[in-house]
């Protein structure tokens, strides 16, 4: 049987499913049946690849290139039910430098405000998800309104994502039915923070990468419960009260303050270089911590486990060199007792290099949050074994609930050295059930053995 041939209901869930619907223009030339059902199908997803672009600006073969706004604008014209629209350039144009473009043409301006009101309109009424990623060298300095056009026409929208921007709010009107929001390297200020705060109330997962020009942005959410966000300037405050939040991941450089008012988190991934203050208020209920900091002092640890003593998994790694002070003061020993009720430890290679640092100066000793951990897992490279060997005998001794030990060693260090550090371990303390792993720098971990 034919494709064809297919009932035409199919039809449409196969070309609905297409990634790329450059195909679907090709089946609306191939057959009369297929060209009737594409004009049915709930998705469309459009991209401008780099061989494109290329083609497009060659004296050789432009002329030969339609232009992609206007296969795009052929695709989506007349369709009837459509409920997923996607388009946007491929990320390797997001490489071409402005030394690159000789003049200042907008074939890839795709927030465009008159582009997508040729368009969106006849389709808007049944659209649930609307994603444009812009061409950054050609919409960077051309302020778009076109978030005020969506919010207008789109009244079922569910799910809008848009890259590589410089966003206006004017004329924004109110989405209710919005939950799911994603603004990736785009400019906006503090009052159009605002704004989308007060116009998309409802709004459960907000996504914001890489959002530059804000200088005290606040996100004041009330039915937020999942929310990203990596601030590329250095904000003078960061204020998120979100009473429904559950899980953050938040990235930041060197903010003056952070304040955190969110009673129901339970995940938070924290990643930053430096902050002169933090405040978190009703965080009782956190369960999982991830630290991602430059530097970790004392007194840093002393705030965070103020807020999160009840955390009972706890994911550490430092980016950054430790005073000698803090190296000594900080030890394994001192973390727990902060952090009491820790059953889970992960330790990047330069938390694990503080604590280890910080045994040779003085040891370990009891604290009452050793005797709560279960299970541990460490990214180290062996420097001196007698002195690797006898922190982690040590921190053995002294867990006595201790009975799951993951050591993930360094790719570089020597097989041989790897090998004896195992059969060490697993001499000593038979009782243990061990992993062997590997780690490198941004390779993901690779585990050898999986428990012993």
Known sequence: MRMEELPPSLLVEILSRLTDSTDLVRCRVVSKSLNAVSYDVRCVSLVCSMSRYLKSRSPETKHLVTPFKTVFKNLVRSSNNLESVSLGVDRALGGISFDDVEDESDDLYLTDFNFIKDWLPSVSHALKSFSVSDFWVQSCWRRSEALSLISSTCRNLVKLVVRNAWLSVDGLCSMPTLAILTLEFVRLDDEDLSRINSCFPNLTQLNLIGVGGLKDPKINLSHLTTCQWSVSNAPLSLIICAPCLVDLNLKCIR??????????????????????????????????????????????????????????????????????????????DTLLEYFPSIIYLNLGYGAWRVMENSFRWGGLEDRIGMKSLKELVAHLVVNEMGYTLAFIFSVLDKCAKLSDVSLLVHRDVDSYVASNLISACRSKFPRVRWRWGIWKEGIKDTWVCNGI
């Not at 903010?255 to 995940?267: C, E, H, K, T, Y």
């Not at 965080?283 to 630290?291: G, S, T, Y």
Request: aromatic share 6%; net charge negative; with cysteine.
């Open 255 to 332: 903010p003056r303050l952070i304040v955190l008012d969110a009673p129901s988190l339970s995940n938070f991934d924290l990643s930053l270089e430096n902050a002169d203050e933090l405040r978190f208020k009703n965080c009782a209920n956190m369960q999982c911590l991830q630290l991602n900091v430059e530097c970790l002092s004392i007194g840093f640890l002393r705030s965070m486990s103020h807020h999160c003593s009840m955390v009972k998994r706890l994911t550490l790694d430092l980016d950054g060199k430790t005073e000698r002070g803090d190296v000594i003061e900080f030890g394994f």
